[in-house]
């Protein structure tokens, strides 16, 4: 590798979540020191995933079929859909194992300031959904940002005497993001969810 392709691997890391340039350079660093057990199984990995991975035409989630396994399977229950931001929120609701209902992946919230309506997200689709699904309950998932509370008053006004609302309760901190909470606090505020 030359130094610039190695420059730009450096600088395509650091743009990761999380990850800045000092941490970017020494993850790469330790790929190129354990390349053959690390470094080309992970391009190897990354390749299948880049051709392979696809959103759900259903819910939004992330998998590698047009439709989601969670959207497929008869297991889960009917007539209730849990509403989260993005996929890391979802994959947290599914980490903590309190839910056996399907998805409803927004892909963002509502800002103002940023431009971003109800139709730059799937607040449409979610309408849909819930007349076609036949949904009795709406769970209202969302962050706990001002953002966050903003579409999910919006959603509850779409959705006002359709069905029965209800949001995660005790456990969520104000301004918290349900990615980085812990598995028994998500599954206390959604056991202890309220009617909104």
């Known amino acids: 590798m030359s130094s610039s392709e ?13 990850l800045g ?20 199984p ?23 079929s047009d439709i989601c396994d969670i959207c497929a399977s008869e297991k ?10 993005d996929v890391a929120d979802l994959w947290a609701m599914e980490r903590a194992q ?6 409803h992946v927004l892909g963002g919230t509502l800002s103002a300031l940023e431009g971003v309506g109800p139709e730059e997200l799937s607040i449409p689709r ?23 509370q903003t579409t999910a008053h919006y959603i509850a006004d779409q959705l006002e005497e359709q069905v029965r609302l209800t949001s995660l309760a005790q456990g969520v901190p104000v301004g918290g993001e349900l ?12 056991t202890a969810r309220k009617t909104l």
């Open 21 to 40: 340039p000092r941490s970017a350079r020494r993850a790469v660093l330790h790929l190129i020191r354990k390349r053959a057990l690390l470094l080309t």
């Open 42 to 64: 992970l391009s190897d990995a990354m390749l299948q995933v880049a051709a392979t991975a696809r959103e759900c035409l259903n819910c939004g989630n992330v998998g590698t």
């Open 76 to 85: 889960r229950a009917t007539g209730v859909l849990c509403v989260v931001e």
């Open 126 to 148: 979610l309408m849909d959904r819930v007349v076609s699904e036949g949904i009795s309950e709406v769970i209202l998932a969302l962050n706990a940002t001002v953002d966050g």
């Open 98 to 103: 309190v839910f056996d209902g399907r998805y």
């Open 6 to 18: 190695i420059d730009s691997l450096i600088d395509l890391m650091a743009k990761l979540p999380g």
């Open 179 to 190: 990615d980085y909470l812990d598995e028994g606090t998500i599954s206390a505020a959604l």
